[in-house]
């Protein structure tokens, strides 16, 4: 699967967003190294805190079906002006599954995205050694 197809599948996805308050539609599909594809979009709730974004409902969908090793995220912003990439939480949130190495691809569309990877959007990782005991 290249990287425009997977972020194709991420804007697909960011058409399925329920965002009656922010009205900014994300879409996520997450490639797992086994192939599988995961896709995932934001789900906005009156009680903001209770909000899921697309990248944690694509991981959260991935994770409950036993995958746990991913190769690849793409983002969709399609309403936005410039490439949005992942929130702080977000950025956590993978690299809780994911090296530093994997590539992250975000953007509002194909001809205006990043390809950048975790390390770069998330540097200083710590506390992975807290796993691994």
């Not at 690849?72 to 410039?82: L, N, V």
């Not at 975790?118 to 992975?128: A, I, K, N």
């Amino acid at each position: 699967m290249t990287y425009s197809e997977l972020f194709e599948k991420a804007l697909e996805a960011s058409k399925k967003s329920y965002s009656p308050y922010s009205h900014f539609p994300v879409g996520a599909a997450l490639l797992t190294e086994s192939g599988k594809i995961f896709c995932g979009c934001n789900v906005e709730n009156r009680s903001f805190g209770a909000t899921r974004c697309a990248e944690q409902t694509a991981i959260q969908k991935a994770v409950s079906e036993g995958e746990k090793e991913f190769a690849a995220i793409a983002i969709a912003t399609p309403k936005s002006d410039y490439p949005v990439g992942p929130c702080g939480i977000c950025r956590q949130i993978i690299s809780e599954f994911a090296d530093g190495k994997m590539p992250i691809i975000y953007g509002c569309s194909w001809e205006n995205h990043i390809e950048s990877d975790v390390e770069t959007l998330y540097p200083s990782d710590s506390l992975h050694e807290l796993g691994s005991s």
